[in-house]
């Protein structure tokens, strides 16, 4: 009969059960790397010229990171325009009641003068511009790659 006893087996089994561990914490730390890193380039690359030119910078702004123990989500929140720059709009846009102060007419100044604008709709043709998506991809190979050494830091670890 053959018998091997193994020293330090309680080591190797705790190495084991600490394992997925390391890994999530490996990979959580890199998430949240990857996703500043993303945010950064969505709001200073694509949404400052690269694709958008700001104006008042409310989408620029808009641009948050959600991380949680599943992962991390890029997000906006309160720009209503939003989507339809990332993925274009053609169709109909209702257009509310409001008033209009005019100061000139046929190019000439005039006193002030407060107007009302009857509700109406307008149809528009916005063109896709893509600054989320189109981030996301030009980094896809380099966050391929910080997550495989993420992998590898929490086997290693």
Request: glycine share 6%.
């Amino acid at each position: 009969m053959l018998s091997v006893e193994i020293e330090g087996d309680e080591k190797l089994a705790a190495r084991f059960s600490m394992l997925p561990a390391a890994i999530r914490a490996a990979l959580a730390e890199k998430f949240a790397e990857l996703a500043q890193r993303l945010q950064d380039k969505i709001r200073n690359d694509k949404l400052d010229g690269q694709v958008l030119n700001a104006r008042d910078g409310r989408l620029r702004d808009s641009i948050e990171i959600a991380l949680d123990e599943h992962g991390a989500s890029l997000m906006t929140s309160g720009v209503k325009y939003a989507a339809a720059q990332e993925y274009g709009f053609d169709g109909e846009e209702s257009v509310a009641a409001h008033t209009r102060l005019v100061k000139e007419a046929f190019g000439r100044a005039i006193a002030p003068k407060t107007i009302l604008i009857q509700a109406f709709a307008r149809r528009m043709r916005l063109p896709e511009r893509s600054y989320m998506r189109s981030s996301l991809e030009e980094m896809q190979d380099e966050i391929a790659q910080a997550l495989r050494e993420a992998v590898e830091e929490g086997l290693n670890s």
